[in-house]
């Protein structure tokens, strides 16, 4: 079966750190740029994180420069983002997406501009 799956998520305190993980099956995640997104109640799906094919080049968002960390193992076809010095503002459901390029390092935040997307993984934080 080909698909994507989050995991990971939990309900953590302000301050705590989370690794979120995506795991492809049925085809080979080195090919793909990936992307870490997140979708909080009442607002648009946004991009927090993503790592492209090849050269592993990666993009932040501003919000979460310096405290998320995204990155790859093909060998295992897992992605995963280390969120560290978490924020109440951070709440969301994660989403990973993977699209087929060498060029492009962030899919787009449309389902249809991503080959794959997971279901989600719900992150609180809240004290």
């Known amino acids: 079966q080909v698909q994507l799956v989050e995991s990971g998520g939990a309900l953590v305190q302000p301050g705590e750190s989370l690794r979120l993980s995506c795991a492809a099956s049925?085809?080979?995640?080195?090919?793909?740029?990936i992307g870490w997104f997140r979708q909080a109640p009442g607002k648009g799906r946004e991009v927090v994180s993503c790592i492209r094919s090849g050269d592993g080049i990666t993009y932040y968002a501003d919000s979460v420069k310096g405290r998320f960390t995204i990155s790859r193992d093909n060998a295992e076809n897992m992605a995963y983002l280390q969120m560290n010095s978490l924020k109440p503002e951070d709440t969301a459901i994660y989403y990973c997406?993977?699209?087929?390029?060498?060029?492009?390092?962030?899919?787009?935040?449309?389902?249809?501009?991503?080959?794959?997307w997971g279901r989600g993984t719900q992150v609180t934080v809240s004290s």
């Open positions: 997406a993977a699209l087929r390029s060498i060029v492009v390092v962030c899919p787009g935040t449309r389902k249809d501009e991503s080959d794959y």
């Open positions: 049925g085809f080979t995640l080195e090919y793909y740029s």
